[in-house]
């Protein structure tokens, strides 16, 4: 290497160490005259993406794989609001883009699709295969165009512009994972790690609060755990979807002793069961059981034997899951109404603004300003918010979610037999994730379809993209097998081409 290489290395080092230097100075005097936490993260977070994009430059891959492992720790950052005990976010003057899980997801957003244009263009497949990410970008306009139409102003269409960017990136997502894998299948294994590792940071902060009592929340009169997220509710649809996905994967990997995969799995998945329960998330728990059920039934029939005893087993166990459970009903002592009641009579008020602009929508975001609440039903808040262009666009969405788990589980039907007939497959065995990722990925859809029922998903990261990335995989796996494609032929001098 000569002087003249050297130089630019040494002014980048001295620059990244010069940056480093201010940040930590201005993290100090934050810290030392007691400055908000938006003085002090925020460049923080855009040090961190600006890190990230540095990455994207180099090894794209390697991005991708980061920003999996590090999203579910980034809602701890929050900075636009905190939760009080009704359990609903609080306004701040702090604006929300300045969230680092903000900041990330515009970050990734740009960056992916700039990488995905630089692909050169591929042969299109089946409509299977099509399906998903046109239903994906279909939702994104149709968000888009309410935004439009509904003609936010001020902070409104503020708002209104992160829920697009949210569903943008999570498309994104879809769209750089699946192209990512199908370009080279090796990158699967190291892809669903850092989905399921993503676990680790929420796990173990729940283990944390539940333990020592430090750091739980009074919702409604309940101290409950939020792990790394902003609400106990999200905590609990992640643990659902991350559990649904961990049991699946399970009897992919070798069931030898020792420090190997299995092993650091069958313990994240009791962490993950940990979370669920006391979470306290009552349609985390039906949507649990609903992702469970449909992965025992294309697994094996024994594991519906073990799902039953674990449905019954925290009822009858833990008082506070009893409580939580009567309370839905309206038989909780002192309860002034169920829970139920009040989501029917808060759905009411949602179906009365659909007459503002029952075609596009009020915009994004423009129920819960409206209502000072979360509408706990994500399929009227696409009616209201995004009209019924939005609503057709989010059911074709879920629609070619389920076509896409056929889709995968019918391309491992062979894995499925041989596995049954081999016993465990081994921890990297080329392929013998597959069938697992396909079950999973259809327990995560049921998981999806049911918390949407009377709870949020659509305003949720920590699940859109992590099930964005298992459809990515998903959709890899029934490209790689897609048999529409002729195989290319080997050179005449390789082994098996013709002389």
Known sequence: MTVTDRAPRRFGTALALCGAAALAVNTGAGIASGAGRASIVAPLAVAAVALLGLLALIRFAAFVLAVLLVRTALDAAKLDGELNTTGEAASSAVPGWLDPGAILGVGFAVIGVAWLAAQPPRRARTRTVMALPAAAVAMVAASALSLVGGRATGTAAGVAAGEVMRLAAMAVMLLVVERLVSDDQHRRVPLLAAVVASAVAPVATTVYQVGTGNGLLDVHGILRPHGTFWHPNVLGVYSALMLTVAVALLPRLSGRLGLNPRTGLVLLTCGLAVALVASHTRGAWLAAVAGLAVVAVLTGRRLLLVLGVAVLLPPLALPSVRARLTDAAGSAPGAPESSLTWRFEHWGQVLDLIGGNPVTGLGPGAARTALGKEVHNDYLRALAETGFVGLLAYLALLAAFVLTARAALQATADLQASTDLQGSAGPLQEGALDRGVAAGFAG????????????????????????????????????????DEPPVPAPPNAPGGRP
């Open 444 to 483: 995560a859809v049921a998981v999806l379809a049911v918390f949407a029922i009377a709870d949020n998903v659509m305003t949720t990261v920590a699940v859109q993209w992590y099930v964005a990335a298992l459809a990515g995989i998903a959709l890899a796996i029934i490209r790689a097998r897609d048999t």
